[in-house]
């Protein structure tokens, strides 16, 4: 029946929660937002309304739950809902006293709770409350807002729906709103649902089912609409005019330039990095229409809330080399920069806040792909998602009628709404290493996984990376499973190969736009007698300490420099660089290497603002590859005892008698990036218990 939308409701699944209004009203949620085609990430709302017992009368009371204030439908649970009395809340509109006293509202929506402890109640509350309806669904679906948003919305919605779809011109959502949208139904007793001017839809039903039918129903509508006209009036956007250069090209390039991008884009706050080259973008970024339509800015408030009112359309010429590339792109930003001032000169208004960043949030660059920043990967990536979304909306717009974007004022309105002011002022701060990238190689376990670990729970991105791709895999799976798919990326790394490491560093920067910190963790042991030491065991040794720690200083160096937000190298080295043992002359010398580039580079790279030190482990047993591979029992040789005997050993012999853990080297990592030590550079920190030999001075 449905060929544009999902129809995933399971008349068994149902059935187990019958007489559980609620439940099936999650469900119901649940699965609007498990398509992104009927409405985008936290965007949209829906309501039921139940019979609860009154607590203090212990008298039966019509209760509303909705969609609580920024929540998300596909992942929507009880303690995401408002529930209000819904008698109390029609009341209200004795107390409303018209537009300019709008936002007073939402204070007394607090006053209509049926649970105190609830989430907080959005600003389309009344768009619910109001309505008789039973079940409501509010959507952002991209087939309605294009209607919503061509020159032609009425006209097409009659031909469409006949009389059983209502249509209300933009006004930004509120209790005035509400009151228009309850009038509406009033008077048109027979309407399935009503389309708001350049937002979304309204939809209900007299049961959960039947409101998630009608949803899908109406939807599926527009889309075959849609589908129909595409190309018949014109070409898709006018027809092509720019080729999207091959998806392997695409990538190196979109690779090179996002560094570019995150530094220019970071001017306010360090910001964080998505690439897409979704077929609908590269359509529409080579497209004769790209320079009419992108000016023009996103409908729907959801989107320019979360991509600005339009995007920056990049001019990348071929024939510069990468100076003059980097100030031809740092002129558009200014110029980017200098338009949304300008905007918000025109528009603000005496109480508006103060302006935000001005630095652009999506970046289309022809040929290429869609870049987006913000201050973590999921909002970047979220941004991104709904500028597809309002893609889509031009596209089937200008494929039935004209486009239409948001009014200018209107759109500023919505931005610097105070409201929406009082919402981010709301917001946690940021962590230490928020809007941070760190690239840990050898992080698929021990010292490398636990400096990982830290940095994720600091506010960090990270790339992880392994030479065994299990061992990775299953380190990323755990990563995935503990924080989220929007925090870790990871790459099979060889640091000792020049080809492996460059792939590495290329999918941090399609993956987060760049790194800021680089820890080169990886390594090997082996303990040898000087005449058992192997020529093949020197170089081995050599090509992944040292020429490893070259390779991935060198490429992480070469991004930080393009980005110029400055960075940090950490080196994990031993407390053997420092001090001389038997049966150690390859891992003991290579380890001293390490630690004099460090040094070298710290005296190399501080005008660039990149701070190079180092961290000085030992005996770090839990975890850890170093153990295999015969390192354990080379070393209790050395020292006349057992294995099993090798922890206790190494902890009586420290000065503080204590067991060394991967926690203890990665909290040190992150007092060298965490912000307190911004000014040190080519330092060194021994995290070994104390040992009076490897004292540095």
């Known amino acids: 029946m449905f060929r544009h939308v999902s129809y995933l409701w399971d008349a068994g699944q149902a059935a187990s929660m019958a007489g559980r209004e609620v439940d099936l009203f999650l469900y119901r949620s649940n699965l609007l937002g498990a398509d992104l085609r009927l409405t985008n990430f936290a965007g949209g709302n829906t309501s039921v309304k139940i019979t609860e017992t009154d607590p203090v009368s212990g008298e ?6 909705v969609k609580g204030s920024g929540g998300d439908l596909g992942t929507l649970r009880r ?21 300019a006293f709008e936002d007073e509202m939402v204070a007394l929506f607090d006053h209509c709770l049926f649970d105190p402890r609830c989430a907080a109640p959005s600003i389309d509350t009344p768009l619910h409350g109001l309505l008789p309806f039973r079940h409501i669904d509010h959507l952002h679906p991209d087939a309605i807002i294009a209607i919503a948003a061509c020159a032609d919305g009425p006209a097409i919605l009659r031909e469409l729906w006949g009389g059983q779809m209502g249509w209300l011109d933009w006004q930004r959502p509120g209790f005035d709103l509400g009151l228009k949208l309850e009038a509406l139904v009033a008077e048109n007793p027979g309407l399935r649902g009503v389309i708001l001017g350049g937002h979304g839809l309204f939809t209900w039903g007299d049961t959960s089912f039947d409101c998630y039918q009608n949803s899908l129903e109406t939807i599926e509508t527009a889309s075959v609409f849609l589908h129909e006209h595409f190309g018949k009036r014109r070409p898709v956007f006018g027809g092509a005019g720019i080729a999207a250069l091959p998806a392997e090209t695409r990538r190196e390039k979109a690779a090179a330039l996002a560094p570019v991008l995150r530094g220019l884009a970071s001017g306010h706050r360090p910001m964080i990095g998505h690439f897409t080259d979704d077929e609908r973008v590269l359509e529409f970024i080579g497209s004769h229409d790209l320079p009419r339509l992108a000016p023009m800015g996103t409908s729907c408030p959801d989107h320019f809330l979360r991509t600005k009112i339009r995007p920056l359309v990049l001019d990348l010429p071929e024939n510069l080399d990468e100076n003059a590339l980097f100030s031809h792109i740092e002129q558009q930003f200014q110029t980017y ?10 528009c603000k208004h005496p109480d ?6 001005p630095n652009p949030v999506v970046l289309l660059a022809p040929g290429l792909g869609m870049f987006t920043f913000a201050k973590d990967k999921q909002t970047a990536r979220v941004a991104a998602e709904f500028y597809i979304n309002a893609i889509n909306v031009m ?30 002022q709301r917001m946690p701060k940021p962590k230490p290493l928020s809007g941070k990238v760190a690239l840990v190689t050898g992080s698929g376990g021990g010292i490398g996984m636990a400096v990982a670990r830290k940095f994720v729970e600091e506010g960090a991105c990270v790339v992880l990376n392994d030479i065994d791709e299990a061992r990775l895999a299953a380190a990323k799976e755990a990563f995935v499973k503990t924080f989220g798919k929007d925090v870790v990326a990871a790459a099979v790394l060889d640091v000792s190969r020049p080809a492996s490491v460059e792939a590495a560093f290329q999918a941090a920067c399609l993956a987060f736009g760049g790194v800021d910190i680089v820890v080169n963790n990886a390594g090997i042991s082996l303990s040898k007698p000087l005449e058992a030491h192997e020529e093949a065991d020197w170089d081995r ?8 720690q070259f390779l991935c200083s060198k490429s992480g160096v070469s991004i930080m420099k393009k980005q110029k937000t400055g960075g940090d190298i950490l080196n994990i080295v031993s407390k053997n660089a420092l001090v001389a043992g038997p049966n150690n002359a390859g891992y003991g010398s290579a380890k001293a290497a390490q630690a004099h580039l460090s040094r070298l ?32 029992e080379g070393r209790a040789k050395a020292y006349g005892i057992s294995v ?29 990036v965490g912000g307190l030590l911004s000014k040190s550079t080519g330092n060194m920190l021994n995290v070994d218990g104390g040992i009076a030999a490897a004292f540095v001075r």
Do not use: H
Not at 352 to 357: F, Q, T, V
């Open 352 to 357: 508006s806040p103060a302006m935000r960043d």
């Open 79 to 99: 303690q995401g809902c408002a529930n209000l009395y819904t008698d109390r809340l029609r009341a209200l509109k004795k107390r409303y006293r018209g537009l």
């Open 541 to 548: 040794l050599y090509d992944i300490l040292v020429k490893g």
């Open 337 to 346: 920069r200098a338009d949304y001032a300008a905007y918000y000169e025109r």
């Open 644 to 672: 099993e005997e090798l922890p206790a050993y190494y902890a009586k012999r420290t000065l503080l008698n204590e067991v060394i853990l991967p926690e203890d080297i990665a909290n040190a990592c992150f007092a060298f």
């Open 601 to 632: 580079l710290a005296a190399e790279l501080g005008p660039d603002r990149i701070r190079v030190n180092t961290v000085n482990p030992d005996a770090v047993i839990a975890g850890s590859n170093i153990w295999a591979g015969g390192w354990a």
């Open 395 to 424: 596209r089937g717009a200008e494929a039935v009628s004209a486009y239409r974007g948001l009014p200018e004022q209107e759109a500023f309105n919505i931005e610097y709404w105070l409201l929406e002011e009082a919402k981010l």
């Open 60 to 65: 039966p009371a019509e209760v509303m739950w």
